[in-house]
């Protein structure tokens, strides 16, 4: 049973990871299309914050800032929107704050 388990955490992790390779891909894509998309790896990521394992919630806050970065701060809404949405009960109300003040700080460095 233990291994099942680690390895549905290591398949989490590999799926997090491919999340940013998959955005570079579909922001070329028509606007429609790219909201479609970005709105179901969002959901993805939002998934694997649930977990209580701080190991994976951290990998998927690291991509969610690459992914932020690469859409830039129009698409900021969007994924906050997503994020209030699938983390609403319990602890998961303190992962969805540490991750949008994460976020949140990652716009204003990059912006200076």
Not at 51 to 54: A, K, T
């Given at each position: 049973m233990k291994d099942v388990i680690t390895s549905n955490y290591k398949e989490k992790k590999i799926r997090v990871y491919a999340a940013t390779a998959i955005t570079k891909v579909i922001?070329?894509?028509p606007l429609k299309v790219f909201a479609i998309e970005f709105h179901r790896i969002i959901r993805n990521i939002s998934e694997v914050l649930k977990?209580?394992?701080?190991e994976i919630r951290n990998n998927a806050r690291k991509v969610l800032i690459e992914i932020s970065s690469?859409?830039?701060p129009y698409f900021l809404f969007m994924i906050i929107k997503e994020?209030?949405?699938m983390l609403k009960?319990?602890?998961q109300k303190h992962i969805l704050n540490y991750t949008i003040y994460l976020?949140?700080?990652n716009m204003i460095i990059k912006d200076d």
């Open positions: 922001r070329r894509l977990s209580r394992d701080f690469l859409t830039g994020l209030s949405y009960r319990g602890y976020l949140l700080k």
